[in-house]
């Protein structure tokens, strides 16, 4: 399980739970890349509420997005 900290959002994958059905990727590019090395969720590329729409959409529930309490 992966967990990505953005400024706004947590993002959390399950790869376990992926269906690959190309959601996200096809979908917001910017925020989760294809095929990189390293790195590959950036949650800070897109909106708030854009990258909760993902995690929302996220067929598998592989995808889910909180949003971070600000202090």
């Known amino acids: 399980m992966e967990r990505v900290e953005?400024?706004?959002v947590t993002v959390i994958f399950d790869g376990r739970?992926?269906?690959h059905s190309r959601?996200?990727?096809l979908s917001h590019p910017e925020?989760?890349?294809p095929n990189?090395?390293?790195d590959w969720i950036?949650?800070?590329a897109a909106s708030p509420e854009?990258?909760?729409r993902i995690?929302?959409?996220c067929p598998s529930g592989a995808i889910r997005v909180l949003r971070r309490v600000q202090a």
Do not use: I, R, S
């Open 55 to 57: 995690g929302q959409n």
């Open 23 to 25: 959601n996200c990727v």
């Open 6 to 8: 953005g400024q706004h």
């Open 31 to 33: 925020v989760f890349v």
């Open 50 to 52: 854009e990258v909760l």
């Open 17 to 19: 739970k992926c269906v």
């Open 42 to 44: 950036f949650p800070d």
């Open 36 to 38: 990189a090395k390293g």
